[in-house]
C-alpha cells in the first residue's frame, strides 16, 4: 500500500514561514502529479500548490502565489511546499495528495474524490 508521509507542519506568526515535506516510499513521483490541498475549518477544501513529477506544470492558487513554492526531489522522492509570509487564513490541514491526472485538472467540481493517494495531513496554524 503507497503511503504519503507528510512532515513540517507547526505554529508561526503572521509572516513566519514553515517548509512541508512529502515523502513516498514505493511511489514514483516522477510518474504522478504531486500536490497540496488544504482543509480549512468551515470552508471547501482547496488546492494549494501542485506540481508534475516529470513536466513543468505547476500550480498554485492565486492567494499564495508570489508566497509558496513547490519543488520536487526525485532522488529523494519528495515533495517540498515552501510556504513564506504565512497568514492566519492559511491556517488548515494540509494534505500531500498524489494522481496520475494533471494539476489543472484537480479543481474540476467533485474531483478530489477522484484523486489516487491521500497523506495523513498535517497542521499549519498561522496567529496574529
Known amino acids: 500500500e503507497v503511503q504519503l508521509v507528510e512532515s513540517g507542519g507547526g505554529s508561526v506568526q503572521t509572516g513566519g514561514s514553515l517548509k512541508l515535506a512529502c515523502a513516498a516510499p514505493?511511489?514514483?513521483?516522477?510518474?504522478?502529479?504531486i500536490g497540496w490541498i488544504r482543509q480549512v475549518p468551515g470552508k471547501d477544501r482547496e488546492q494549494v500548490s501542485c506540481?508534475?513529477?516529470?513536466?513543468?506544470?505547476?500550480y498554485h492558487l492565486d492567494s499564495v502565489k508570489g508566497r509558496f513554492a513547490i519543488s520536487v526531489d526525485n532522488v529523494k522522492n519528495t515533495v517540498y511546499l515552501e510556504m513564506t509570509r504565512l497568514k492566519p487564513e492559511d491556517t488548515g490541514i494540509y494534505y500531500c495528495?498524489?494522481?496520475?491526472?494533471?494539476?489543472?485538472?484537480?479543481?474540476?467540481?467533485?474531483?478530489?474524490?477522484?484523486?489516487?493517494?491521500w497523506g495523513q495531513g498535517t497542521l499549519v496554524t498561522v496567529s496574529s
Open positions: 506540481i508534475g513529477g516529470s513536466d513543468d506544470e505547476t
Open positions: 514505493g511511489l514514483t513521483f516522477a510518474d504522478y502529479y
Open positions: 495528495v498524489a494522481d496520475i491526472d494533471r494539476c489543472r485538472n484537480w479543481n474540476l467540481p467533485g474531483h478530489y474524490q477522484y484523486l489516487e493517494h
